[in-house]
């Protein structure tokens, strides 16, 4: 949302208020810093080892004065977060209208990814700007009848990514400090760069998502490196199984600037993370995504990555056929980028305020040539 944040900011005619809710507050600030956003509301809902439910309630309770106050003539949420959703049910229930950013991706399935899905559709039920990052997004809306204004837009997390890469490679001096943090790294190893941390893969699939790790930290040209999220049901396991192995770096999350840089440096990504199957692509890196289905098909059709699930021999099998092949890892890395350009902030200001402006035009799943771009507005 920064991106879009920063946008509004520079809107004429436009108050932005800005809420957080206070989860990962080192994490949250680190991001707030790089992008020069004060926030004006902090909920402070965030408790160890919450429990949905309890989040929910407390989210409530919080965001109900802050709407009281403020009495906005329209709310934005973005993606498919437990607050997201909270939040657009309580201006639902006071009236006011809801905008929703990255609106239309579908698994077609609750349970994948779980609850993000379910959030995703309920806000989308609620929106009446639907911003769409791709037409394979917008498509899913429209076969649901919804009431929003559908616009595809491109993904803001594309802009986060432009804004931050212009920053790196403009800046020598800024590319070393960043490095530094990553001396650790053996000379002559490739990265395996991992990220995990979806509820749905709790437990069993953690464990074999490690074990399969644990085999690839045997390979003498691989180096791991997994930032280990903050959440207890993450870092129990991969210490436990993954701290004491050669090769394997287990590091604390990083900030979005080192993160961008160390995809920069990446062989390969493996990950069930949402935003980097948008990221890295757009960066030329092969993805492999831990799941079974995912809400973001457009790269998997394009080729830039694949679904391998979480079994370990899978896992196992798909990564050393990305190291040992440098025609199919070339394959891969073609930098086909189907989520953005940019510029899609400044197509939401624009339909926010009734300019005129031109739709992100993205190719959908099905490879169908997009149609003629059109000029539009709304108000």
């Known amino acids: 949302m920064a ?17 957080v809710t206070g989860q990962h507050r080192s994490m949250l600030q680190q991001v707030l810093d790089l992008f020069d956003i004060a926030p004006d509301h902090d909920l402070d809902v965030m408790l160890a080892n919450q429990t949905l439910n309890g989040l929910c309630a407390r989210l409530f309770d919080k965001i109900h004065p802050v709407l009281e106050s403020e009495r906005p003539d329209r709310i934005l949420v973005h993606g498919d977060t437990t607050t997201a959703t909270i939040a657009a049910m309580a201006a639902f229930h006071q009236r006011i209208p809801v905008a929703h950013v990255e609106a239309g991706l ?9 609850p993000e899905e379910m959030n995703r559709r309920v806000v989308d039920v609620i929106g009446d700007y639907l911003f769409a990052p791709t037409r394979g997004a917008a498509e899913n809306l429209r076969g649901e009848n919804l009431s929003g204004h559908i616009i595809v837009t491109g993904n803001t997390v594309i802009d986060a990514l432009h804004m931050t ?11 070393q400090d960043l490095d530094t943090a990553f001396a650790f790294l053996g000379s002559g190893r490739k ?3 991992v990220t995990g941390h979806r509820r749905e ?34 870092r129990g396991p991969v210490q436990q199984m993954l701290a004491a192995l050669p090769n394997v770096h287990l590091i604390e999350p990083l900030d979005y600037l080192h993160f961008v840089r160390l995809m920069q440096h990446a062989h390969v990504v493996l990950t069930d993370s949402g ?14 995504v831990m799941r079974d289905v995912t809400e973001r098909p457009e790269a998997v059709a394009s080729g830039t990555v694949r679904l391998v699930g979480t079994g370990r021999e899978r896992i196992i099998a798909e990564v050393g056929q990305l190291f ?3 025609q199919l890892h070339a394959e891969f890395s073609h930098k086909a980028n189907p989520y953005g350009d940019g510029e899609a902030a400044a197509r939401i200001a624009a339909a926010l305020t009734g300019k005129s402006f031109i739709e992100f035009q993205s190719y959908s799943v099905s490879h169908r040539k997009p149609p003629g771009q059109r000029d539009i507005s709304y108000s």
């Open 275 to 288: 935003g980097v199957q948008e990221e890295a692509p757009a960066l030329g890196k092969p993805v492999l």
């Open 324 to 326: 040992d092949s440098p």
């Open 106 to 114: 579908r698994t077609g399935n609750l349970s994948q990814p779980w």
């Open 201 to 234: 893969n709790f437990g069993t699939g953690f464990a074999e998502v490690c074990e399969a790790l644990a085999t690839l930290s045997q390979r003498d040209d691989i180096d791991i490196v997994y930032p280990v999220h903050l959440n207890p049901n993450v």
């Open 165 to 175: 890469i212009r920053r790196i490679n403009q800046s020598a001096e800024l590319q």
């Open 191 to 193: 990265i395996l760069l």
């Open 3 to 19: 991106p879009v944040v920063r946008q509004l900011a520079q809107a004429e005619g436009v108050n932005s208020v800005v809420c």
